[in-house]
Nanobody, 112 residues
Framework: QVQLVESGGGLVQPGGSLRLSCRASGIIFSINSARWYRQAPGKEREWVTTFTSGGISNYADSVKGRFTSSRDNAKNTVHLQMNSLKPEDTAVYYC??????WGQGTQVTVSS
């Protein structure tokens, strides 16, 4: 059974940073692509970044230069480092693997 558990969300002031983590069980991140999505209140879920099995990252234009995805193979965990956060980054962030499995989401709120 595949499980993805996100953590690291919270409340941060504009300009601040957060690091999200997504730990997997039942599936191996290193041979699958992992993606982060987010959904703000009243909006559709949007793609944020993909981290491929080969270690290549792609980012949405809205986060490029501020967010960085990475992977820890030993811990079967992917991370999303978010810097220079803006109020418009406020959303529930979800990780997804193999285009099929989803975590429960973690809330990120950027507010002064």
């Amino acid at each position: 059974q595949v499980q993805l558990v996100e953590s690291g969300g919270g409340l941060v002031q504009p300009g601040g940073s957060l690091r999200l983590s997504c730990r997997a069980s039942g599936i191996i991140f290193s041979i699958n692509s992992a993606r982060w999505y987010r959904q703000a209140p009243g909006k559709e879920r949007e793609w944020v970044t993909t981290f491929t099995s080969g270690g290549i990252s792609n980012y949405a234009d809205s986060v490029k230069g501020r967010f960085t995805s990475s992977r820890d193979n030993a811990k079967n965990t992917v991370h999303l480092q978010m810097n220079s956060l803006k109020p418009e980054d406020t959303a529930v962030y979800y990780c997804s693997v193999a285009g099929e499995y989803w975590g429960q989401g973690t809330q990120v709120t950027v507010s002064s």
